[in-house]
């Protein structure tokens, strides 16, 4: 939907379209939200991928969150052991 301000795609400047994945991220693994579990790593990227394929999330920054390993870094400061069920990321690229 764009949110907050209803924009879309390009209309979204590069940083925003980074926040969106990045808070996405955080939102489904967080285990610091009282209303739901906590994700697993994998579980969250394969609803990222699955964003990605339907146009939800920009599929450049996608990669460079996966590539970059955005994910694996952020989960071994803020995650619990648990939550961290892969090693390598590569298959959500495909």
Do not use: C, N
């Amino acid at each position: 939907t764009g949110f907050p301000k209803g924009l879309k795609g390009e209309e979204m400047t590069l940083q925003a379209r980074m926040m969106a994945v990045a808070d996405i991220f955080e939102a489904l693994t967080s285990h610091e939200r009282p209303y739901k579990q906590p994700m697993s790593v994998s579980t969250a990227l394969g609803i990222l991928k699955k964003m990605r394929d339907d146009q939800h999330i920009d599929p450049d920054i996608f990669t460079v969150f996966v590539q970059g390993g955005v994910w694996k870094a952020y989960g071994e400061q803020f995650l619990k052991p648990s939550q961290l069920d892969i090693e390598s990321a590569d298959h959500f690229l495909k």
